[in-house]
């Protein structure tokens, strides 16, 4: 066991502690790429920007965290199953967006607003226990608090964003 800023690493081995370093690195850019993506005007610009770093960043998470999980795989599942769920709604989120499905403003807010609660989970299911405030709370709102506090914000959105509003265009029959 390492000790490292207060948080405790399960391993001594050179290697682990690399790649652990490295996955926290990559979970900083991701973190704070994502706040940046959201709090910005949507569009072309620092949202599209900081979502593409979003994006990269997590893959570079999940990779690493995929390895850390089969490293410690009694452990570490859950971690990796929400790592799993993290990178499918990041990537379905980009996809609509890149791909305009039927949609896709809707699909992009909800699946990339649950890539970062997902992440936060990961997070704070891992790392909760050791942090101070968070140490006082039950297990349970370790897996909780991220979604009670994310899907009120989506829902928000949902309702507010201006792409959402807008009545779909509608494509006349050329016939009539």
């Not at 990559?26 to 940046?36: E, I």
């Not at 829902?155 to 509608?170: E, I, Q």
Request: glycine share 8%; net charge positive; charged share 10%.
């Amino acid at each position: 066991m390492t000790i490292v800023a207060g948080l405790p690493i399960p391993s001594t081995s050179p290697l682990f502690l690399s790649v652990v370093g490295f996955h926290v690195l990559g979970g900083l850019v991701c973190a704070a790429a994502g706040a940046v993506a959201m709090l910005n005007r949507k569009g072309r610009g620092r949202h599209s920007t900081f979502g593409t770093i979003y994006f990269w960043s997590l893959v570079a998470v999940f990779v690493s965290a995929t390895g850390l999980a089969i490293a410690r795989w009694a452990e570490d599942y859950p971690l990796f199953v929400l790592g799993a769920l993290t990178m499918t709604s990041a990537y379905a989120g980009r996809m609509a967006a890149r791909r305009r499905w039927t949609g896709w403003v809707r699909w992009h807010i909800v699946a990339m607003g649950a890539s970062y609660v997902f992440l936060l989970t990961a997070f704070y299911v891992d790392n909760g226990r050791n942090l101070p405030l968070w140490r006082a709370l039950p297990q349970i709102a370790f897996w909780l608090l991220p979604a009670a506090v994310g899907a009120p914000i989506i829902a928000h959105v949902l309702v507010r964003h201006p792409l959402v509003r807008r009545p779909p265009r509608v494509l006349r029959d050329v016939r009539s």
